[in-house]
């Protein structure tokens, strides 16, 4: 049995950085950015109204003139007008270009206009004005050829939109990793299926498959029986077509958990099995010839969730390109007692103090069976294995799956 950091080390060096794919922008959102996005021009590019109004000289009215015969009306997507009387003004919309000679906006609800002799006039009704109010200038944003995005970002829609305004219809990302899913058991059913006293419904290879959909990652999933000969068979099958397994179950000390016999007799690597930790114990690592990486992890749920939370997206992260943040600390906000000598993931519910430190507040289940629970917590508070008494204040490594 090997520590927690033990285990992090050996699966850190099984980091196997994906390769680059191009695909077109629309179907980038959750992937892993590859490449620089530069902007090809100023942001904004021009001098940008950002009310309907009417755009003045502001040396005008700093002179003390409050009425502005209208010139004409500048329009969003028309192109540049300009003030030729500096005592005149030009209606614009939000979105346009500020007309030359004009460097100030005031909205349509600080105006009232007249006509005189066949003339529309705008009269500012309001006192205050400042100097080139509402006018989003050109390169107040980012500047021409700035660096606008860089590799190892997740793509989310406020990336999508800065790829688009810069013109790339394609854009680099990491090759998406073919990932499959495999559940054992014969207690296990399908969902849409009445168990028996003695059965289950799946759900650990569902909840793989929506965890991992955060990377864009659509994983296969497949359900193998308690027998030896059919694990062999579909597990030998599986591990020619897929870089990555993820398997829930099989892994322990009983009688019909085959899956660590069989991953050696197919040629997988043991690279560790157990973990000084609770939940999830007894779990196996490797990778065979072929690279193909193997997690396998209890059947528990609790224990297949932390698992894959603690050390399979976190590889996933790092082969994938994905920017390494800072890890999360969080304070203890109770007492808590765990006295065997293992690293315990905490079931907590964090959130920020007014001071933004995260605080984690424990949450009981009933053990590592206990899937329930995990929707009242959003995270795991990492305890270390040398102490049993854990004090409120205490700060620990915060594992958060979700905000609430």
């Known amino acids: 049995m090997i520590s927690v950091k033990?285990?992090?080390?050996?699966?850190?060096?099984?980091?196997?950085?994906?390769?680059?794919e191009s695909v077109y922008f629309q179907h980038a959102n959750n992937r892993i950015l590859r490449q620089e996005i530069k902007a090809d021009r100023d942001f904004p590019?021009?001098?940008?109204?950002?009310?309907?109004?009417?755009?003045?000289?502001?040396?005008?009215?700093?002179?003390?003139?409050?009425e502005f015969p209208v010139q004409g009306i500048q329009t969003a997507g028309s192109p540049q007008q300009t003030l030729h009387n500096a005592e005149h003004c030009i209606e614009v919309m939000t979105?346009?270009?500020?007309?030359?000679?004009?460097?100030?906006?005031?909205?349509?609800?600080?105006?009232?206009?007249?006509?005189?002799?066949g003339t529309k006039i705008a009269r500012i009704t309001i006192e205050g004005i400042k100097d080139q109010?509402?006018?989003?200038?050109?390169?107040?944003?980012?500047?021409?050829?700035?660096?606008?995005?860089r590799p190892g970002r997740q793509i989310s829609p406020a990336e999508i939109g800065v790829i688009a305004s810069t013109g790339h219809v394609k854009v680099q990302v990491s090759k998406?990793?073919?990932?499959?899913?495999?559940?054992?058991?014969?207690?296990?059913?399908?969902v849409d299926a009445i168990p028996a006293p003695h059965q289950i419904r799946k759900s650990n290879v569902y909840t793989l498959q929506a965890a991992i959909s955060d990377f864009g990652v659509k994983a296969d999933h497949f359900h193998m029986p308690d027998e030896k000969?059919?694990?062999?068979?579909?597990?030998?099958?599986?591990?020619?077509?897929?870089?990555?397994?993820?398997?829930?179950?099989?892994?322990?000390?009983?009688?019909?958990?085959?899956?660590?016999?069989?991953?050696?007799?197919?040629?997988?690597?043991?690279?560790?099995?157990?973990?000084?930790?609770?939940?999830?114990?007894?779990?196996?690592?490797?990778?065979?010839?072929?690279?193909?990486?193997?997690?396998?992890l209890p059947g528990n749920p609790v224990s297949t969730?932390?698992?894959?939370?603690?050390?399979?997206?976190p590889w996933l992260a790092s082969s994938m390109g994905l920017e390494e943040k800072p890890p999360l600390i969080a304070k203890l906000g109770a007492d808590y007692t765990f006295k065997p000598p293992l690293t315990y993931f905490l079931q907590v519910q964090a959130s920020t103090d007014s001071q933004g430190n995260w605080i984690a507040q424990?949450?009981?289940?009933?053990?590592?069976?206990?899937?329930?629970?995990?929707?009242?917590?959003?995270?795991?508070?990492?305890?270390?294995?040398?102490?049993?008494?854990?004090?409120?204040?205490?700060?620990?490594?915060?594992?958060?799956?979700?905000?609430?």
């Open 176 to 190: 998406l990793p073919k990932v499959a899913i495999i559940s054992s058991g014969d207690e296990l059913v399908e």
């Open 6 to 20: 033990e285990a992090e080390k050996i699966i850190a060096e099984q980091i196997q950085l994906c390769s680059k």
């Open 305 to 313: 969730f932390a698992g894959y939370y603690k050390y399979i997206r």
């Open 45 to 66: 590019p021009y001098d940008r109204v950002t009310m309907d109004g009417i755009a003045i000289d502001y040396q005008t009215y700093a002179s003390g003139i409050r």
């Open 229 to 296: 000969e059919l694990i062999y068979e579909e597990l030998g099958a599986i591990l020619k077509n897929y870089d990555l397994l993820i398997l829930s179950g099989g892994v322990s000390k009983g009688k019909k958990d085959f899956i660590p016999e069989v991953l050696n007799e197919l040629g997988v690597k043991k690279l560790f099995h157990t973990v000084a930790q609770r939940p999830g114990k007894p779990f196996w690592f490797g990778k065979d010839e072929n690279h193909t990486v193997v997690f396998a």
């Open 133 to 149: 109010q509402n006018v989003h200038h050109q390169g107040s944003d980012r500047k021409s050829r700035s660096i606008l995005l």
């Open 95 to 117: 979105g346009a270009v500020c007309p030359q000679k004009a460097d100030t906006v005031i909205r349509y609800e600080d105006v009232e206009f007249i006509e005189f002799e």
């Open 362 to 404: 424990p949450v009981e289940g009933h053990g590592s069976g206990d899937h329930v629970n995990l929707i009242d917590v959003n995270g795991f508070l990492e305890l270390p294995a040398d102490k049993d008494f854990f004090k409120a204040g205490e700060a620990y490594p915060l594992m958060l799956f979700r905000r609430m």
